[in-house]
């Protein structure tokens, strides 16, 4: 059932005794059938313990943001990588004796070693002459000093972000690594002298029509005109929150939700788990689109009206096969991607927090 209650209290409470399941596991009969009411309890429970979870841990998600950012070197895998992180800790820590003396160093060890199985896993073959190794994906200059490319290896690329980037000791990063002071070391005196400087970004690639008849429709308020850009196998997704396919789901929930979601915001009585100081402002008016050029990629800027001015509190990922749309990504609690792609884009800006809601006392 996940990570219980009890098995996060010890979070808080070091001296929680240790167990161990001495029983053999056996498969409960009632397994092999579906049962409305245990699924809709596992469930509940499993979002009270995450939350309670996310209570404890969401404080480290800015630094853990900032890691992955330098690991990743994409605003959008590191946003994934943080939340791949969050999701293998809740798991490993109701399988722990005891919670992790430094929970930071613990998130970043596991942010370590799911980039580096992931990187493994697309390269299976020996690593090439480093030497001769070149980078695919552009990088802003602005980012030279803390990015870095693919010339170096995983641990080297780590224990480097973690030196110069977050000012950590050898003793920490080896922690944080699985390793040992001296081959922090000497991957530190490896990786230093493979930095390289950032690629050229090249010409901007052409805007896809479907863009300009999405923004149109939506800025219309038609959800007919809009649903009517989806294929029927499109997966429509508010990213970390909920996710939907086909037209029809998207014209009932997250697309209804893009448009005249404002009527929630500007509503106090409404905003359940929401900071109300992240809305502070906000009117209910629906919001508008543009297109915007980032980094070779189009992106949909999501505008809304506050008292003191229009405002970004949403960025929009979208895939296309010829006219329609196969894959609508909408960032909108996801403060870190927000805050670095409106500033590299000199656009105004206002998050909306991590969460669109939190248990009250007694549901969790």
């Not at 808080?12 to 409960?28: E, F, K, Q």
């Not at 959008?76 to 943080?82: K, M, P, R």
């Not at 992106?299 to 296309?320: C, N, Q």
Request: charge should be neutral.
């Amino acid at each position: 059932m996940g990570v219980t209650n009890r098995q996060l209290d010890r979070v808080r409470d070091p001296t929680w005794p240790a167990c161990y399941p001495s029983a053999s596991l056996v498969r409960p009969s009632c397994m092999d059938k579906r049962n409305p009411k245990v699924t809709d309890a596992l469930r509940h429970d499993l979002e009270a313990s995450w939350h309670r979870f996310l209570d404890l841990y969401e404080p480290f998600r800015p630094e853990l943001y900032r890691y992955c950012r330098h690991l990743t070197r994409s605003p959008w895998d590191a946003d994934d990588l943080v939340q791949d992180a969050l999701f293998r800790a809740f798991a490993k820590l109701g399988c722990m004796n005891e919670p992790p003396e430094n929970p930071r160093a613990w998130l970043f060890r596991i942010a370590s070693n799911l980039w580096i199985e992931r990187v493994r896993a697309l390269q299976p073959k020996p690593e090439p002459d480093p030497e001769r190794a070149s980078s695919r994906e552009p990088c802003a200059v602005r980012e030279a000093a803390g990015t870095l490319l693919s010339r170096l290896s995983p641990q080297e690329r780590a224990a480097v972000v973690l030196k110069e980037a977050f000012n950590l000791t050898l003793e920490e990063i080896a922690e944080a690594l699985s390793t040992t002071p001296g081959t922090v070391k000497s991957a530190l005196h490896r990786g230093r002298g493979k930095l390289i400087e950032p690629a050229d970004q090249g010409e901007a690639p052409p805007k896809p029509q479907v863009l300009d008849a999405f923004c149109a429709a939506f800025n219309a308020g038609d959800l007919d005109r809009l649903t009517s850009l989806l294929l029927d196998t499109a997966e429509i997704e508010v990213v970390r929150v909920h996710t939907e396919y086909g037209p029809e789901a998207a014209r009932r929930g997250v697309f209804q939700g893009m448009l005249f979601g404002t009527r929630r915001l500007a509503d106090p009585a409404r905003l359940d788990g929401i900071d109300p100081e992240c809305v502070r402002n906000v009117l209910p008016q629906v919001p508008r689109v543009e297109p915007r050029l980032h980094r070779g990629e189009w992106l949909l800027a999501h505008w809304y009206a506050h008292s003191d001015g229009e405002a970004v509190r949403a960025i929009s990922r979208v895939e296309a096969d010829d006219d329609r749309l196969t894959r609508v990504r909408n960032y909108f609690y996801t403060p870190d991607v927000l805050a670095e792609i409106c500033a590299e884009l000199q656009l105004p800006f206002r998050t909306n927090g991590y969460r669109y809601w939190k248990p009250s006392r007694e549901e969790a």
